[in-house]
């Protein structure tokens, strides 16, 4: 993710989150094929708010190498990952 694509993301997100009582987000990241740490940053923040408003966010389909710096960052302790959509979308309640 560019850092002029992850300032639209995030605007587009907090749009999304502020416009619902309790937000329900799945993020695949299927077309995403590296993540700099201002794109963790940028997670971080939007499950915080997610958080706050009684939601859910799930993440899914991460290439082997993207999944591997949430695991080395202990991310993967801190969102709920999922392998497939299916799965994502199940565990939403």
Not at 6 to 11: D, F, G, M, V, Y
Not at 14 to 36: K, N, T, W, Y
Not at 70 to 88: P, S
Request: proline share 2%.
């Amino acid at each position: 993710m560019e850092s002029g694509n992850l300032k639209e993301i995030r605007e587009d997100l907090l749009v999304l989150i502020e416009a619902s009582d309790r937000p329900m987000l799945l993020i695949s990241f299927e077309l995403v094929e590296e993540l700099s740490s201002s794109g963790l940053s940028m997670l971080i923040t939007i499950n915080k708010f997610i958080e706050q408003k009684g939601g859910q966010l799930r993440l899914t389909t991460f290439h082997p190498h993207v999944y591997e710096l949430f695991t080395i960052t202990n991310l993967d302790k801190v969102f709920r990952i999922y392998q497939d959509v299916a799965d994502a979308k199940a565990s939403l309640a």
